[in-house]
């Protein structure tokens, strides 16, 4: 049987994370997470360059430890391209070609985006082609046709706004530390998902549109503290409720329309606001009624990670598909 062990690193955004999997199974998968931009209300990207410096050895070390894995054992080297923060791929992109030119191993380039969503298959169950995946992030907002591991097609996207910066960006109106995203999940638990209610997008195909979502939240906002000073502290779990609805709401009518286009059942969400729990409850009660199959990662593989590097780099093992010494981080991608 042919045996591969991979090592992959993720280093596109504030998490340095490195795993190794083995025969497409995940035997280590270490993050180390990037506190010191809580501080300034969103990534500093100098910053985080510098922390994935400090941080790269460590946790190579420790993945390998943890997957009781020598490096002479390694058969190839995952690392993500891109897209992303360009001086923090830089740090793992240089670190990859470093290893694979030491160890003498085939480097393999990993799409970030296309690693959230063959994030489905880590763990069971997974997700039969061809399926609709939403991938939502920090950065993105794509409804992709994912016919193979390696074919997908971008079908619906933002035109501004990404949804996970719908949320960062309105947890900074309230005055909540970044990234803002779980804090309004937190306080949205606790309000009325229809206290308020904020401007909807008019856009008409599969595509979104947040910005203006986000400046209806600042005017009302702004006109409310006119009345009451107070009112962002008095109010804040039914705003985050109702600013959470309106996402999760936006996302999925979207989501409807293309499962509806394409004929398909067979639907994923993937990337860090997918770990929501407005998003998961939402989408579980759509799919019994649209008779959908769905397919919702663990908490661990929604956030940036190298776990899902190392399978979407499996996969291209399989293939046999390897870059050069010569590639290059990318800030931006073509998917
Ligand atoms: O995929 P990810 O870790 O990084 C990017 O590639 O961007 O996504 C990070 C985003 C942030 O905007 C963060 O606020 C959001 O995911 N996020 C959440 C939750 N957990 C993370 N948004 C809403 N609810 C959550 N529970
Ligand atoms: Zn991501």
């Given at each position: 049987?042919?045996?591969?062990?991979?090592?992959a690193?993720?280093?596109?955004?504030?998490?340095?994370?490195?795993?190794?999997?083995?025969?497409?199974?995940?035997t280590?998968?270490v993050?180390?997470?990037?506190?010191?931009?809580?501080?300034?209300?969103?990534?500093?990207?100098?910053?985080?360059?510098?922390?994935?410096?400090?941080?790269?050895?460590?946790?190579?070390?420790?993945?390998?430890?943890?997957?009781?894995?020598?490096?002479?054992?390694?058969?190839?080297?995952?690392?993500?391209?891109?897209?992303?923060?360009?001086?923090?791929?830089?740090?793992?992109?240089?670190?990859?070609?470093?290893?694979?030119?030491?160890?003498?191993?085939?480097?393999?380039?990993?799409?970030?985006?296309?690693?959230?969503?063959?994030?489905?298959?880590?763990?069971?169950?997974?997700p039969?082609?061809?399926?609709?995946?939403?991938?939502?992030?920090?950065?993105?907002?794509?409804?992709?046709?994912?016919?193979?591991?390696n074919?997908?097609?971008?079908?619906?996207?933002?035109?501004?706004?990404?949804?996970?910066?719908?949320?960062?960006?309105?947890?900074?109106i309230?005055?909540?530390?970044?990234?803002?995203?779980?804090?309004?999940d937190?306080?949205?638990?606790?309000?009325?998902?229809?206290?308020?209610?904020f401007?909807?997008?008019?856009?008409?195909?599969?595509?979104?549109?947040?910005?203006?979502?986000?400046?209806?939240?600042?005017?009302?906002?702004?006109?409310?503290?006119?009345?009451?000073?107070?009112?962002?502290?008095?109010?804040?779990?039914?705003?985050?409720?109702?600013?959470?609805?309106?996402?999760?709401?936006?996302?999925?009518?979207?989501?409807?329309?293309?499962a509806?286009?394409?004929?398909?059942?067979?639907?994923?969400?993937?990337?860090?606001?997918?770990?929501n729990?407005?998003?998961?409850?939402?989408?579980?009660?759509?799919?019994?009624?649209?008779?959908?199959?769905?397919?919702?990662p663990?908490?661990?593989?929604?956030?940036?990670?190298?776990?899902?590097i190392?399978?979407?780099?499996?996969?291209?093992?399989l293939?046999?598909?390897?870059?050069?010494?010569?590639?290059a981080?990318?800030?931006?991608?073509e998917?």
């Open positions: 049987m042919n045996v591969s062990v991979l090592l690193i993720e280093s596109s955004c504030d998490e340095t994370s490195v795993a190794v999997c083995n025969n497409g199974k995940i280590a998968n993050i180390a997470n990037q506190t010191i931009h809580q501080n300034y209300g969103g990534v500093i990207p100098e910053l985080a360059s510098r922390v994935h410096q400090q941080n790269i050895i460590p946790v190579i070390h420790e993945a390998l430890s943890i997957a009781k894995v020598n490096k002479n054992e390694l058969n190839a080297i995952a690392f993500t391209q891109g897209p992303g923060l360009l001086g923090a791929l830089l740090v793992g992109v240089s670190f990859a070609k470093s290893l694979a030119l030491g160890l003498g191993l085939p480097l393999i380039s990993v799409n970030h985006m296309h690693a959230h969503i063959l994030a489905h298959f880590i763990d069971s169950p997974k039969s082609f061809p399926f609709l995946c939403l991938t939502v992030s920090g950065g993105h907002t794509q409804i992709v046709l994912v016919k193979s591991h074919d997908m097609s971008i079908v619906g996207e933002t035109l501004d706004d990404a949804a996970g910066e719908a949320f960062d960006k309105t947890a900074k309230l005055n909540l530390p970044y990234p803002g995203g779980p804090l309004i937190k306080h949205a638990k606790l309000g009325n998902p229809y206290a308020f209610k401007g909807e997008p008019q856009i008409k195909d599969l595509n979104y549109s947040f910005s203006g979502l986000k400046t209806s939240i600042l005017y009302f906002i702004r006109a409310q503290e006119k009345i009451n000073s107070n009112f962002i502290n008095d109010h804040l779990n039914d705003i985050c409720a109702s600013v959470q609805r309106s996402i999760v709401d936006i996302l999925l009518a979207k989501l409807k329309k293309a509806k286009q394409f004929g398909i059942n067979e639907v994923a969400i993937a990337g860090g606001v997918s770990a729990s407005g998003l998961r409850e939402s989408l579980g009660t759509l799919a019994t009624e649209q008779g959908w199959n769905i397919y919702i663990a908490f661990e593989y929604c956030t940036d990670n190298a776990a899902m190392a399978i979407a780099g499996y996969y291209k093992y293939d046999g598909d390897f870059v050069g010494q010569e590639v981080p990318l800030s931006r991608m998917f």
